[in-house]
Nanobody, 122 residues
């Protein structure tokens, strides 16, 4: 079965860091683009960062310079390093995978994880 499992969320103070992991199984990660989305209470889901099968990267303006996306195909895992965290980063973070980068950036990915909670608070 195709599965994506996020981990690494938690409670952190403003200015702190977290690294989220997205572990993939049931498909060949090499051929897929991966994205991180987030959804805060009362808000719609928004894209955070994207990485293509060739390693190209994109970031939302709100996280550019603070977050870094990377992939380790051999270990079937994609990471999101989050630095200089702000309270407005508080949300449930989801990873998604699709062979089409266009579907990834539009939020129509074939596969989604269950999400991991990130809370930034003093």
């Amino acid at each position: 079965q195709v599965r994506l499992v996020e981990s690494g969320g938690g409670l952190v103070q403003p200015g702190g860091s977290l690294r989220l992991s997205c572990a993939a199984s049931g498909f060949t990660l090499d051929y897929y683009a991966i994205a991180w989305f987030r959804q805060a209470p009362g808000k719609e889901r928004e894209g955070v960062s994207w990485i293509s099968s060739s390693g190209g990267k994109r970031y939302a303006d709100s996280v550019k310079g603070r977050f870094t996306i990377s992939r380790d195909n051999a270990n079937h895992t994609v990471y999101l390093q989050m630095n200089s965290l702000k309270p407005e980063d508080t949300a449930v973070y989801y990873c998604a995978a699709d062979s089409s980068f266009l579907k990834i950036i539009s939020g129509r990915s074939d596969y989604w994880g269950q999400g991991t909670q990130v809370t930034v608070s003093s």
